[in-house]
């Protein structure tokens, strides 16, 4: 899924508009993932790193 906007909170918002309308029937996705991510102020403001996305992943999940 790729989307585009005039800057990052357009690109943002089309993205949690397609995540909400992709339908993906028979196997698990990582779109509840990325709707969690969404909701992160870090991931809105560009300011993360893959330590920082293992972290969350540790606190979110507990792994």
Excluded: C, M
Excluded at 2 to 27: F, M, T
């Amino acid at each position: 899924l790729i989307v585009h906007g005039r800057d990052r909170p357009e690109a943002l918002a089309r993205l949690k508009r397609a995540l909400s309308e992709l339908i993906v029937d028979g196997i698990d996705t990582t779109v509840p993932l990325f709707h969690a991510l969404l909701e992160e102020e870090d991931i809105r403001a560009g300011n993360y790193s893959i330590h920082w996305l293992e972290k969350w992943l540790a606190r979110t999940f507990g792994q």
